[in-house]
């Protein structure tokens, strides 16, 4: 494969321009991947088409079809979800560049039936045995990526939200109650999160180690010598490093311990739309991807249910006295009636058995006001 500046390539100045128009509200994050896609794509035509000077000469095959698969051959293979984006980014360009380059073939060069479907994301909190040990052997060892982790797994943070703690992120909410306050995340949300004692103490040891670091102090809970994300691949290596201490998967990344802390949450009692909040989700469909139902769940709750049918409408209760005779007990049985019509109508679903009922209801009532009219002979 040919290697050269990807800058040198004719089209980056444009491809780049196209980037930084469309860019201009959005995080550095995202325009850093879609600099990465223009890299990647620039990098495919320098060794396989370097004919390739202009826009007007990008064609679907080879070029954009060949590039697909280019990236699906990779070894190690291309994760589906990091292959989606890459496609998504490209084609985001190409439609930017159709408009302000007056091409229009280019916005038809990758369609949307080339994006496979999404994977299933499925839930991914560490085994218990896993967890014990690790938990375990963070604390052995009580340094500063062990207090890090450990405040991970009992907090839900991602890893970057942890980074950007402020020195004063624990705060007292009452007599022995207290809450970490995590800044504006992934989802431009903020959060108070409840914590106890224990948590209480990590903080406190994460404030001792950064009183030793030798860096001028500045509003940080953890030290940047070297920037924010030179910190996570530390903190990342730290973990890898521990795992193949402990002979375990060396797969583990620190994100399985915010699935992790979701599953206990929930398993401990507290609602969804409690979770929500504690994790920073908008979207519930999103917290249901951090959350574990396992057999024992199924199971547990199926019990519950059986034992305290809630969802069964309740039963009326028979007139403990006698009934009575003449209009009287006519207009008592009409009134039992429409007690247990207004129960049943609750418990349908549809909406046209529900108004039939209504309407029947509707009459009882003048049935029982006229009756009433009559003299009790």
Known sequence: MIRFP????????????????????????TTRHYHGTVRNFLTYLAAHHPKIQRLDQLQRDPHILGWMAHLRARNPPLATASYINLLIALRSILIELAWTQQCPQLARLLRREDLPRAPQRLPRPLTAEHDQ??????RRRNDLGGNVFLLLRHTGMRIGECIDLSYDC???TGPNQWAIHVPLGKLKTERMVPVDTFVRDLVWRLRFFRSLDPLPANPWLLARPRGKWALVRRFRDYLHEVCFALDLSTAIVPHQ????????MLRSGVSFPV???LLGHVDPDMTMRYVQVA????????QIARSHPRHLAPQPKLPS???????AGIIDA??????????FRRSLAQPNSRSRLDRLANRLTKILAEIKKLPNT
Do not use: W
């Open 275 to 277: 979770l929500m909040k």
């Open 295 to 302: 057999l024992t769940d199924l199971q547990r709750e199926f």
């Open 334 to 343: 009409l009134i039992a009636t429409q007690q247990i019509l207004q129960i």
């Open 257 to 264: 311990f915010r699935h992790t802390y979701a599953t206990e």
């Open 6 to 29: 990807v800058s040198d390539h004719p089209l980056a100045p444009v491809l780049s321009r196209a980037v930084d128009s469309f860019c201009a509200a959005l995080n550095p994050e």
């Open 133 to 138: 040990r690790l938990q375990q052997e963070f």
């Open 170 to 172: 624990l705060r007292s």
């Open 321 to 327: 006295t006698p009934v009575r005779a003449g209009l």
